[in-house]
């Protein structure tokens, strides 16, 4: 049986890193991407790590930075005011890449980084944050709480809406193929990234 060519980012590093750009970029921008819904990891305020599923929003390499939204009033908006070091992990089957970052978050509320995300998303996805009680509550019953209709939403979920920069200091990529898979990894510093290949 003939194997598929291998890609030309197999054994370049440097192309492995705009590789691992390009897959967080169309993450960002399509729903079917393993890369749309990667796990969150925040450090809890009992110092317990606590991991969830967040839509990425937009992976800009020029700054090395991840977006994503978040409600004002969830344990990670709190976790991340405590302390900013987060960890966030997904996997693309088809790409049969895994990539993971390391970084330090900041919550965007009522500044130009909020009000552009706020701006550009969808009524669907702003009716989230009009939602009472606030995200973690504990309710009465599984129905016992409110959603604002999508017009209303335009405004009473702005209050509670944060808009996340994840700033990457490490970025891990990991290609898997059997003729030998393919580990990286990236640290930043003042000059700028180092890379180095790692045993899979
Ligand atoms: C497919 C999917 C997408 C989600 N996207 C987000 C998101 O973009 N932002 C967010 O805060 N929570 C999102 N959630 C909900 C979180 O995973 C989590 O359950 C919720 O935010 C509470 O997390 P916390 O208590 O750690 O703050 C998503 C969940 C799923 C299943």
Redesign the pocket.
Known sequence: MTRPPLPAFYDDRDASFAELWRLLAEGAALGRSGFH?PA?A?LGTDRAP????????EADPETGTLR????RR??????IAVNPACALMAYDAAAKTQIRVEGHATLHTDDAVAEAAWTGSRAMSRV?YGAEPG??TTLPAGDAYTMPDETAAATVGRPHFAAVLLRAERLEFLYLDRRGHRRAAWSRDASGWCGTWLAP
């Open positions: 819904l969150l925040t606590r991991l969830r599923t967040v839509v990425l929003r994503f939204h978040c409600d969830s344990d990670k908006a709190a976790e989230c995200p973690g």
